[in-house]
T-cell receptor, first 114, second 111 residues
Framework: NAGVTQTPKFQVLKTGQSMTLQCAQDMNHNSMYWYRQDPGMGLRLIYYSASEGTTDKGEVPNGYNVSRLNKREFSLRLESAAPSQTSVYFC?????????????FGPGTRLLVL | GENVEQHPSTLSVQEGDSAVIKCTYSDSASNYFPWYKQELGKGPQLIIDIRSNVGEKKDQRIAVTLNKTAKHFSLHITETQPEDSAVYFCAVNNAGNMLTFGGGTRLMVKP
């Protein structure tokens, strides 16, 4: 039982390049989330998927797209990376969204955009 | 939307001392208050949470207290140990039942 896994662990991009961050969970959770973590700002929600087949914007969705590929996998895509997207990205999952459910986090992807 | 402020941003204590981290929030409808611990190079992990129908919850050396009237809640760690050194985040559920996180507190426990 690996919990929440993320790939890659590290990535360096040039401005304008695109990439997809991958996330998978093996806990049979319905809901999945993407956050970014910046110094002094905690974690901010980018997008979430309350259940398979649905996605919704969070607090900071601009410049990102997501795909809930199936119940296990939730990917985050940067179409044209910008230096402001340099951050640490965390994927999380929970049994359901809201309802005071514990969120389980992956180990993160560190992204540097030059 | 929900605004969560966390203080202090850094906290240094001697091993064996207590540590207290405080968070304030703005939405009086919030009713779920988890605390997460993030060790270096890892993702956050839930350590304790409290719901609005109780004022205090304890789990061994950690406790959380909630004051709904004043809209603040605190994490208390007693008898701190070096392995308590980490970044701690408070969170609050918002109107959409998503979590809004505080800015984090870096706790350093000196041996």
């Amino acid at each position: 039982n690996a919990g929440v896994t993320q790939t890659p662990k590290f990535q360096v991009l040039k401005t304008g390049q695109s990439m997809t961050l991958q996330c998978a969970q093996d806990m049979n959770h319905n809901s999945m989330y993407w956050y970014r973590q910046d110094p002094g700002m905690g974690l901010r929600l980018i997008y979430y998927s309350a259940s398979e087949g649905t996605t919704d914007k969070g607090e900071v969705p601009n410049g990102y797209n997501v795909s809930r590929l199936n119940k296990r996998e939730f990917s985050l895509r940067l179409e044209s990376a910008a230096p402001s997207q340099t951050s640490v990205y965390f994927c999380a999952s929970s049994w359901t969204s809201g309802l005071q459910e514990t969120q389980y986090f992956g180990p993160g992807t560190r992204l540097l955009v030059l | 939307g929900e605004n969560v402020e966390q203080h202090p941003s850094t906290l240094s204590v001697q091993e064996g001392d207590s540590a207290v981290i405080k968070c304030t929030y703005s939405d009086s409808a919030s009713n779920y208050f988890p605390w997460y611990k993030q060790e270096l190079g890892k993702g956050p992990q839930l350590i304790i949470d409290i719901r609005s129908n109780v004022g205090e919850k304890k789990d061994q050396r950690i406790a959380v207290t909630l004051n709904k009237t004043a809209k603040h809640f605190s994490l208390h760690i007693t008898e701190t140990q070096p392995e308590d050194s980490a970044v701690y985040f408070c969170a609050v559920n918002n109107a959409g039942n998503m979590l809004t996180f505080g800015g984090g507190t870096r706790l350093m426990v000196k041996p």
